[in-house]
């Protein structure tokens, strides 16, 4: 009896040490009342660094694609030539201005040239009227680069690098919101644990003073009432527990709870919400949308859009292979006085032609791309396999998940009939102090377990949005 005494002494203190902890940490911090589940997704996507980042990706990639865009870009540009010493002084200035069109990688252009002094023969080209000579033309590509170029396939390539962010930022995003709402439920199952064993511990401490009552009036021996104590003492230490377990994870949200100005925020609110207001919540309709949602993960849209960068990859080095033929027309005339030679419009059409013997990099480079074709399609179909797996196993827990929610329910229920009834006894003298205690304690486990079961349902709900990318749209 001794050693009990000597050992609910040294709990009892160690008991009062972490509750006096408690209290210096609580008489620190302001207390706040939690969020609801909403409010700390609102939070999360809004203002924390981490989306805030994401988001940045975005937009680096809409300036890719209109640094692709720019390609497209009309211009201006001008030359001016002039000779400084010697027998001949002549000066030509040239002025053009430059419109690419996507198609047929043509251009149209339209100049202006002007010239004076003398030319040598060799260099009648670049003579004048007085008044200049104007000029509009055309270029085109006939085979090598009419259907597509390097420059068409970086535009195409960077509007599917735009969507591809999009995809992965969804991706990304919903991840980050997973984490955070785990956090939540796991700092919730501990707040509810504590409101139940802090239920039946004020019963146990009413209980307590009848106790000393009897014992007082000698209707029980002392040794009952130390029994009790001592099991009292257990559940304050399970209490402490609880407590310390729901502040570390108060702690742990606070990282994704964020403020406006994306400060973090700490929650400090003793009571759990009586209703989080759960979104993610299943039914028949529900699994058929999340199904539906497998075939639009944005795992597989990342990976669909990196096949379609390559095959745009593969038509370039197609193209390459073709040889190059590039037409050139224009119609010039100049005005003033001069030369007659120069009176008249001017037509001009002009062909080049080109084409590598064996051309061995352009059919390299067609292999090496044809293999990464096939790379992707069989990454992508492992990747819709093991999506459709983590989905089914998830579907599995969840159905496991509602059985064992029921299961517990009743088992506390009937711990806590359990328990009425042997204080019933006791009271009558028919049980003892060590049959009531193991009453007692089994009715705060069973609690216990069926708000883990009921959070558990919460989880296994959660992860069928996470498995299927439905926990947040990006696009919202």
Do not use: C
Not at 18 to 39: D, F, W, Y
Not at 141 to 150: A, G
Request: aromatic share 8%; charged share 25%.
């Amino acid at each position: 009896m001794v050693a009990r005494s000597f050992i609910s002494l040294l709990l009892a203190l160690a008991l009062l040490g972490s509750v006096s902890s408690a209290k210096v940490l609580a008489q620190s911090q302001t207390t706040q009342p939690a969020p609801s589940i909403e409010g700390l997704i609102e939070s999360m996507v809004n203002y924390h660094p981490y989306v805030l980042a994401i988001n940045e990706g975005n937009y680096q990639a809409a300036a890719e694609l209109e640094i692709a865009r720019s390609s497209f870009d009309p211009f201006i540009e001008q030359k001016t030539k002039s000779r400084v010493s010697g027998y001949y002084d002549g000066t030509n200035l040239t002025q053009r201005f430059t419109n690419p069109i996507e198609d047929y990688n043509a251009s149209v252009f339209g100049e202006y040239r002007i010239a004076g002094g003398d030319f040598p023969s060799y260099e009648g080209y670049y003579d004048t009227l007085s008044g200049g000579e104007a000029s509009v033309g055309i270029a085109m590509s006939l085979l090598q680069n009419r259907e597509i170029d390097k420059r068409r396939t970086a535009l195409r390539n960077a509007g599917l690098a735009s969507s591809q962010w999009q995809a992965l930022a969804s991706s990304l995003i919903n991840d980050f919101v997973y984490k955070g709402v785990s956090e939540y439920i796991a700092w919730y199952e501990s707040a509810l644990q504590i409101d139940a064993v802090t239920e039946l511990l004020n019963t146990a401490f009413e209980r307590e003073k009848a106790l000393v009552t009897r014992v007082e009036k000698g209707d029980l021996a002392s040794i009952v009432l130390t029994e009790f104590k001592a099991n009292l003492l257990q559940q304050r230490l399970t209490l402490a527990e609880l407590k310390q377990k729901r502040d570390m994870h108060a702690q742990m949200l606070s990282f994704y709870w964020r403020s406006p100005s994306g400060d973090m925020q700490a929650v400090k609110s003793d009571k759990p919400p009586k209703d989080i207001n759960w979104p993610y919540w299943v039914g028949n309709g529900q699994l058929v949308t999340l199904r539906n949602a497998l075939r639009e993960h944005p795992e597989l849209d990342v990976m669909k859009l990196e096949q379609q960068v390559v095959e745009n990859k593969v038509a370039l080095a197609d193209n390459a292979l073709l040889p190059k033929l590039d037409l050139t027309a224009s119609i010039a005339r100049d005005v003033g006085a001069g030369s007659q030679t120069l009176e008249g419009t001017e037509t001009k059409v002009g062909l080049s032609f080109s084409y590598p013997l064996g051309n061995r990099k352009a059919k390299a480079e067609r292999a090496q791309l044809q293999s990464k074709q096939r790379e992707l399609a069989h990454k992508l179909t492992s990747t819709e396999q093991a999506i459709a797996q983590r989905f089914e196993q998830a579907l599995v827990y969840w159905g496991q998940a509602k059985d064992i929610v029921s299961l517990q329910s009743e088992n506390a229920a009937l711990a806590k009939t359990l328990s009425k009834v042997e204080k019933t006894r006791f009271d009558a003298g028919d049980s003892d102090m060590f049959v009531l205690n193991a009453r007692a304690q089994n009715e705060i486990k069973a609690k216990m377990k069926e708000i883990k079961a009921r959070v558990d349902l919460l989880k296994a709900e959660l992860m069928l949005y996470k498995e299927a990318a439905m926990l947040y749209s990006f696009n919202k």
